[in-house]
């Protein structure tokens, strides 16, 4: 039994304006309908797999679980970070647990925003690399080049042991140009996808012997970690102790039971615009287009509006990516799609709200959009799921007017309790204790207007939470 380990953290920079920190790339649907998350647990589904581990953010917690049921799946767990540490702390962490229950067991180390155009060929893959992981190798994939990439880093195969496992020889940081071409022309050296597959008590003896520190500090904030309804929540103040690096400087380059298998299907990490072009379907021009955009005189373009009310038009335009959302609109030259995470750092530097937070706001229970926002008053759409329910709250500085659109919603306001259904109303006097829930089988839909002297999500005072938020 494999143990699939979903690492899900993320900056949300590389993909800006669609992904944010507030909701990376993995949740959102790049390539369709099913977001990347879906993909990577899909691939790692079904005979010879185990309920996928996930480790991510407080902040993503509900997303994961929520996305899993989308695909009729379900968490064998989900460890929360206090904060990202970078992925050698979150692979420690995922290895003891998986260890806890059975040290021989294989871990699958992936993270979960990766686009696999064959994933039975991918599984294949995996199933290559059993044999030697069952010896104690740790086993990493190297995707079969097809282009000098400047973007990945590399791996360097050896000669073939361990059945379908290669040894890998050495890793090989990002080149440049012109060494990724020698690369790429001497032909046993391969893209690093960053994927491991190990015993459980092999992966936690090469922290100890290679990442002492981390280990060690990861292992005590595991011990002391609790249980939050179905999460387990790492130890917030004894995972600020944890060193901060990347699985491979800490422990994967250092240590000499590694092996390497080729995957030779399609693979694609989506680390920039252009990458994500490359995945698209084009016109005969070579242009990528959302469902609003509209290309004249434009040649390998990718222009793309993620709101059904922008229309999107590229004129002239060549080599050029251009984004556009409700609050935000990003234009580049393709071949410097790479470099969007350093306009991320400029808005973060002006304090724009745009460089983290998404206009849609995602809540366990749903989800939120400010349609207006002014001097005194604010006007949002409101989506709860079937069966969701809001906290039992009350306000200090606001009011809020209820007006539902579309569905069913319970509603308390202080002793009384009722239902409105579409086109009616009702008003939330400031202090009153109140609570919207969605008692149907299809979304509720309302619009929230809420008038007062401060308007901040945090003039929130709750009593009762299903999601046990303080």
């Known amino acids: 039994m494999i143990y699939p380990v979903l690492l899900c953290g993320g900056s949300g920079t590389r993909l800006w304006p669609l992904s944010r920190k507030s909701y990376p790339k993995q949740f959102a649907g790049i390539l369709g309908e099913q977001s990347l998350f879906h993909g990577s647990a899909l691939r790692f589904s079904g005979e010879g797999y185990a309920a996928p581990v996930v480790v991510t953010a407080d902040a993503f917690r509900f997303v994961v679980t929520e996305q899993l049921g989308e695909i009729g799946m379900a968490p064998g767990a989900v460890l929360i970070e206090p904060q990202g540490r970078n992925t050698a702390p979150a692979a420690i962490i995922a290895a003891l647990h998986v260890a806890a229950q059975d040290p021989s067991a294989l871990v699958l180390l992936t993270p979960a925003d990766h686009a696999v155009e064959d994933p039975a060929a991918f599984r294949a893959a995996v199933a290559e690399g059993v044999a030697a992981a069952e010896t104690g190798q740790i086993v990493t994939f190297g995707i079969q080049p097809d282009h000098p990439e400047t973007g990945y880093g590399w791996l360097e195969a050896g000669a073939a042991h361990h059945g379908g496992a290669l040894e890998l020889t050495r890793f090989i940081e990002k080149p440049d140009a012109e060494t990724a071409a020698k690369l790429l022309a001497d032909g046993k050296n391969l893209w690093n996808a960053?994927?491991?597959l190990a015993r459980a008590d092999a992966l936690v003896v090469a922290f100890k012997t290679h990442a002492p520190a981390i280990h060690d500090a990861a292992a005590a904030a595991f011990e002391a970690a609790r249980s939050d309804l179905s999460f387990t929540r790492i130890d917030e103040a004894l995972w600020q102790l944890v060193p901060e690096d990347s699985i491979d400087y800490a422990v994967m380059e250092k240590a000499a039971n590694v092996s390497v298998v080729p995957f030779k299907g399609h693979w694609n990490d989506l680390g920039s615009w252009e990458a994500v072009w490359k995945e698209m379907a084009t016109d005969e021009a070579g242009n990528g287009l959302s469902e609003n955009a509209t290309a004249l005189d434009c040649e390998n373009s990718l222009l793309r509006s993620e709101d059904e009310g922008i229309a999107l038009v590229g004129i002239g335009l060549k080599n050029v990516v251009a984004v556009a959302m409700k609050d935000a609109v990003m234009v580049a030259d393709?071949?410097?799609?790479?470099?969007?995470?350093?306009?991320?750092s400029v808005l973060k530097e002006q304090g724009a709200s745009q460089a983290e937070q998404l206009p849609r706001d995602y809540r366990p229970w749903g989800w939120y959009e400010t349609l207006i926002l002014s001097d005194r008053f604010q006007v949002k759409r409101i989506h709860v799921h079937p069966g969701a329910s809001l906290s039992l709250q009350s306000h200090v500085h606001r009011s809020e007017h209820w007006i539902v659109v579309a569905g069913t919603a319970r509603v308390t306001v202080d002793d009384e309790v009722k239902l409105l259904t579409e086109n009616q109303s009702v008003y939330i006097p400031l202090g009153a204790i109140h609570r919207m829930e969605n008692p149907g089988k299809v979304p509720m839909v309302l619009i929230e207007v809420?008038?007062?002297?401060?308007?901040?999500?945090?003039?929130?005072?709750?009593?009762?939470?299903?999601?046990a938020r303080s």
Not at 458 to 467: G, H, N, P, T, V
Request: glycine share 10%; net charge negative; charged share 30%.
């Open 334 to 344: 393709m071949s410097d799609s790479q470099n969007v995470k350093k306009a991320v």
């Open 194 to 196: 960053g994927i491991f």
């Open 450 to 467: 809420q008038t007062g002297a401060y308007l901040g999500e945090d003039d929130i005072i709750r009593y009762e939470d299903i999601y």
